[in-house]
């Protein structure tokens, strides 16, 4: 069961610009997190936001919330090289279950 | 630092052949979980354990099985690989201590290849 659908699929930019991926999803959540993950390695945990926050930074994140309409925005700033990677959202539907993640979103960033 | 370690990083394994991906967390938690990623897929949840010697069937449980006999430790069986359980698999862990939506750690996945 996929909850999370994040947006877009691949997003390519030039160092330097900001990247924006979104994730939206379709019940109520106790909080959504991001994580991030480098080719062929595992997810790194990047940033919790609760369903009671509309916004929340982290370092050149930026995570966004809106639970009218059940979506999330990340946003990296003076986007780097090394920022390439891919990136998921990841809620839990109920009490105590697992995260269910999303698909993704492919982010590179040229030099 | 919490450490997730899986025992083998590639595998190549024959059709038929019963196959034990091996998990440890160095955290003391008490969650484990174990996902596979495919292309477009995304991660999909196998099994997870909230407590020793307990596992519950994620969303997609076929064709595996788990084994949690001590807290650390969370192996993964195939009892009878195919080449459509050809994937990367994922093992993590988070502690129930935070309360729900907890943050989970992830190991460094194993890739298998059943040929």
């Known amino acids: 069961s996929q909850q999370g659908e994040e947006d877009p699929q691949a997003l390519s930019i030039q160092e330097g610009e900001n990247a924006t991926m979104n994730c939206s999803y379709k019940?109520?959540?106790?909080?959504l997190q991001w994580y991030r993950q480098n080719s062929g390695r595992g997810l790194v945990h990047l940033i919790l936001?609760?369903?009671?926050?509309r916004e929340k930074h982290s370092g050149r994140l930026r995570v966004t919330l809106d639970t009218s309409k059940k979506s999330s925005s990340l946003l990296i700033t003076a986007s780097r090289a090394a920022d390439t990677a891919s990136y998921f959202c990841a809620t839990v539907l109920s009490g105590n279950t697992p995260l269910v993640f999303g698909k993704g979103t492919r982010l590179s960033v040229i030099a | 630092d919490v450490k997730v370690t899986q025992s083998s990083r590639y595998l190549v394994k024959r059709t038929g052949e019963k196959v034990f991906l091996e998990c440890v967390q160095d955290m003391d938690h008490e969650n484990m979980f174990w996902y596979r990623q495919d292309p477009g897929l995304g991660l999909r949840l196998i099994y997870f354990?909230?407590?020793?010697?307990?596992?519950e069937k994620g969303d997609i449980p076929e064709g595996y099985s788990v084994s949690r006999e001590k807290k650390e430790r969370f192996s993964l069986i195939l009892e009878s690989a195919s080449t459509n359980q050809t994937s990367m698999y994922l093992c993590a862990s988070s502690s129930s201590r935070q309360g729900p939506g907890n943050t989970i750690y992830f190991g460094e996945g194993s890739w298998l290849t059943v040929v």
């Open positions: 019940t109520s959540i106790n909080n």
């Open positions: 936001i609760r369903s009671n926050e």
């Open positions: 354990s909230y407590d020793v010697k307990m596992k």
